[in-house]
Structure formats: C-alpha cells, structure tokens
C-alpha cells in the first residue's frame, strides 16, 4: 500500500493542517521519469492493479491493468520511435477522452519527448499558432471530422509537422494508431546517460486558456507530476484501488490535475467517462452506477447538476467532492450538502501549477473559500510593493521563496521566451494576478482577477462576490459581473446573467435581481445594468471571457 508514494515523501500521515503545511516533503530525484517510475513500478510490483477504467456514451467498455497500460505504452514508444520521435521532440495530443490519450503520454514520457494536450475545440488558426510556436512533430488525434478538417486545414502553414496518427478510425493521409503499434514489441527499456531524461527537462507544454491575449506556452518539468501528489492524494483525497473521476477532456491542464499523475502516484484507479456533450443526468447517473469514491468537477457541472432531481441518485458512495477551475459560489456548496450530505471541497490554481489554495482533510470546508495553501509552494497574498498584506485586505495571490527551493509541479518557464519567463519566475515569487482575501482563521477568498476587479464611484468592487449574491437566487443559473461605461460614474456594475429552466427576462426580474444583490451584499455593489443572455462567452477552456463582455460594452483594458 502507498508504495509509490513512499518513494517519494517521507512522510505521508498527517495529525493536522499545520503537520502537513510544515512537514510535508516530496524527493526530488536527479532523473524521475512518469512512464518508468510510476506506471511501469506499479506494473512490476502488483501487474493486476487496475488503472483506468473507460466507458463512453456508446457502451463502450475497458479496464486497464497497470500491466496492460505499461505493454501498451512500450508498444507506442517503439512504433513512435521508428516513426522518428524522440527525445525532446515535441508531440500536440488531441484526443477528447479516449482511452489512447493514457497510452500515449505515457509512451512520450518514456521517449523523453514533450507533449501538448490539445482541445478538440481548436480551430485551425489555434493549430498554426501551437505547432508554429512549440515546432510540433508529430499529432495524434481523434477521428472526428471537425478535428482532423481543421488540422488538415493548418497542415500548409505547419512545416514541422511531418506524421499525423489517428485514433479510434481510419482516415486517408493519417495512420492508424491501432495498426501502427500492432505487432510491436511491448518491451523497452529505460534509455540511459544521454538518452534518458533528468527531472529539469521539458516533459509537458500547456496554452493557457488566453483570457487577456494570445495562448502562453506554460513549459513544466519531468519533475511536475510529483507536485500533483498534493493535488490528489490531499486535497481530492483519492484512496488506493478506488474509482476517482475528475470531469474534463484531456486537452486541459485540469486532465494532469485530475486523471493521471497524481491519482497513479497514489495508486488510484482512474474512472473516465467519454462523454459526446455534458448531460447531468447522464453524469450523476455514471456516479451512481460505478459507485465512485471521490469525484472532481467544476463549479459549472454542480450547478448544472443541481437544476435535476439529485436526490433521487445514490451518490453515497463519494467519500468526497471537489471542484476547481472557477471559484464556487456559497451557495452551490450549501445546496449540494443539503441533498447530498457533504460539502464540496474547493482548490484553487493554474495552468502553471498543482493545486496552490485548497479544502484539505483537517480543515471545514467554508462556503465562499477557496481553502489554506498548500504545503511547499509558500503561497502569500502581496500587495504592489510585494509586502504580505494583513488578515482582510486584498492581495495578489502569490508563490514566494522561488530562490531558496523551487517547488515541485509549478511551471519553470515559458516555452521559448526568456524574457517572459524571467518577468514571470525569476525573481523571489510567482504573481498570479489573481486577488484574493484572508480571514482571521487561514481561510482564503477568492475576490478575481486583478484585471477584473471593478472601481466604481471611489469603490473597489470584486466580481465573484456580485456573482455569488446573484446565484443564490433561484432565476441565476450562471452569471458575470464585469465594468460598464456610464457617463456620471464613470464605470457601474453590470452582471450578464443566463437564466435557469423556467424563467423569463422581463424589466421586473431586473428589479429583483437588483433588489436581491442590495440585500445579500453590500447595497453599493448591486449590477445598475442587467443583461439577459443564452450563454456566456468562454474560452475554449471553459472560463468566462468578462474581457471580451467589457470591451463589447467599450471597456479598454
């Protein structure tokens, strides 16, 4: 039990919050490699494990075994290999949920060579712009007409592209990922001096969502799946030879938060559910059946799940609930105890990291917080000048102490592009621009983006706590508050609300509205301007672009 992680930490039982914050460690080796030291070690010492557990909407079925997935995985490495890829090579993954996307991060990293987990959302131009940017060699993606047309289409622009492989289907120019690596061998072994990897090389390139601009290149390390221990093992809390699922596609950071390494280093059994489109019925339905023991999604999917009969699911299986990507609202977090017994347990982070703010096991959760810091990251909240700013004020929420020991999981740069690496990581911390809030007891609260918060009429007024006030009322399913131009105060609140099932925009819901956020918040921060809307405008990545709604509304940033 715990095999893997004792490896690695040298303690893993903790007495309280404050045991773990001082006395948690992660060892570093001079060369860890994921595919070798994680998936191949658990293949040696009990080769039955299960790891992942797949289904799909169409009845598709299949459990790995640690074994299967560590012969599978050779098998990818020696047909890529013949194929050319190798060691710092870099591979641009898009394959939605598919069983392969396992099979092939796990052969990469035992190649050396850097993958980029790509949406199936990307359009051609987003394409051009990651395999222009990283000189991606080779992609592998899924057969789906959107996806392959729009490679297809940036093919021409994208010189370094010399193999495209295709998953689950056969499509004229590509090659079959199945019969590429049938008949390979489902041996190799571990490439050694030169040809191996250490634990500073670059395993791992995520584009950021692109909220305020063009997509970064976040580079992380061979080193980051050990960060992501944290992330699994304490804050989701997964249990050995358990069923955890963490709701996202495999394009998305959130997919190394929540569907690989830290679960494996913990020994969970990962459960992924490939979806066509979310359906919450669907998804609560999937709980319920396989009986999961801890269960990730973001706010969004609670909230969406909440407009059903939850209570008519047996979701008492979960031992916990947590969310991540996107602040969760006080209220969603009330109403999913009240049907199903537990609070959610909040994280908080990026792209650029593991988890760096969360609900940990020792804690209560708090409705509207975000949690404590996470051990070894030296999370403070900073004001302009960089000094930590007292219990109540607003900060910029902040990884310190990057000169005297740099964290394991957060990203070591930018890919090619020193000068924004140095602005981002090479002084004494790492400024998210996300601000936040302390209270007296640790807790922290997510107040948004430094770029987002609101001034208006002398006053500074955060976003997410307009938008929890307008999500508790029963006609908000989900909403954004953003600046908007007035020509007496300058700027005023204007919240963009989608309604729930049932509910009509009229003058007289503005006026609840309006007279609801006056009486659940300070009346000063009501929204003078309600906008009724059938959808939000998002990144590909799910988050709000309250950017694009404020430069609509003729709002420069």
Not at 134 to 162: H, I
Not at 381 to 389: K, P, R
Request: glycine residues 8%; negative net charge.
């Amino acid at each position: 039990m715990d095999h893997i992680l004792k490896k690695y930490c040298p303690r893993i039982e903790f007495d309280s919050y404050e045991d773990f914050y001082e006395n948690f460690r992660i060892d570093v080796p001079e060369a860890f490699n994921f595919g070798f030291d994680v998936v191949d070690e658990w293949a040696r010492v009990e080769p039955e494990k299960r790891a992942l557990v797949w289904c799909d909407d169409h009845d598709g079925e299949h459990t790995f075994t640690f074994d299967e997935m560590a012969r599978l995985s050779n098998q990818a490495v020696n047909a890529f290999a013949k194929l050319g890829i190798g060691k710092g090579d870099v591979v641009m993954a898009i394959l939605r949920r598919r069983w392969e996307y396992w099979v092939c991060a796990v052969a990469l990293c035992k190649l050396g060579a850097t993958i980029i987990p790509a949406t199936l959302q990307l359009t051609a131009k987003d394409i051009v712009y990651r395999a222009r940017g990283a000189q991606v060699k080779m992609l592998v993606c899924v057969n789906d007409d959107y996806v392959c047309g729009q490679v297809e289409e940036a093919l021409p622009e994208t010189p370094s592209v010399c193999q495209r492989i295709i998953v689950a289907g056969q499509r004229d120019g590509w090659t079959s990922f199945e019969s590429l690596i049938e008949g390979e061998s489902d041996a190799f072994e571990r490439p050694v001096g030169d040809a191996g990897v250490t634990s500073k090389d670059t395993m791992l390139i995520y584009f950021t969502s692109g909220t305020t601009g063009m997509a970064k290149a976040v580079c992380h390390n061979f080193a980051h799946p050990l960060g992501h221990i944290i992330t699994a093992k304490y804050w989701q809390q997964v249990q050995e030879d358990t069923l955890h699922l963490s709701v996202t596609d495999s394009g998305w950071a959130k997919f190394g938060w929540g569907k690989i390494y830290g679960q494996w280093i913990a020994g969970a059994t990962i459960f992924a559910y490939d979806m066509d489109k979310f359906v919450p019925t669907a998804l609560l339905q999937k709980i319920q059946d396989y009986r999961l023991t801890t269960f990730c999604a973001p706010p969004t999917m609670y909230r969406f799940m909440l407009q059903e009969d939850v209570a008519s699911y047996d979701l008492s299986s979960v031992a916990n609930f947590a969310t991540a990507g996107e602040p969760l609202n006080a209220e969603v977090t009330l109403a999913w105890e009240r049907l199903t017994g537990k609070r959610i347990r909040e994280g908080f982070g990026q792209s650029e990291g593991p988890v760096l703010l969360a609900t940990f096991p020792w804690i209560d959760p708090r409705p509207g917080s975000m949690g404590k810091p996470s051990p070894l990251l030296n999370v403070k909240l900073l004001d302009d000048a960089g000094v930590e700013v007292p219990d109540g004020e607003e900060g910029a929420i902040c990884v310190t102490g990057l000169k005297e020991a740099y964290p394991p999981g957060l990203f070591v740069g930018y890919y090619h592009d020193e000068d924004r690496t140095r602005e981002a990581v090479g002084g004494e911390y790492y400024n998210l621009h996300d601000m936040a809030w302390r209270d007296s007891d640790g807790y922290c609260f997510f107040v948004g983006r430094d770029d987002d918060v609101i001034k208006c009429s002398g006053y500074r007024i955060g976003p997410f706590e307009v938008e929890s006030a307008l999500i508790v009322h029963p006609a908000v399913v989900e909403c954004a508050v953003t600046a908007a131009p007035d020509p007496v105060r300058g700027k005023v609140v204007k919240a963009t609300v989608v309604l729930a099932r049932g509910w009509e925009a009229s003058d007289e819901l503005v006026k609840e509205l309006q007279n609801h956020v006056k009486h659940t918040t300070a009346p000063y921060k009501y929204p003078r301007i309600v906008e009724f809307v059938d959808e939000l405008p998002k990144t590909v990545g799910g988050k709000i672009k309250r950017k694009l709604i404020r430069n609509q509304d003729g709002i420069e940033d």
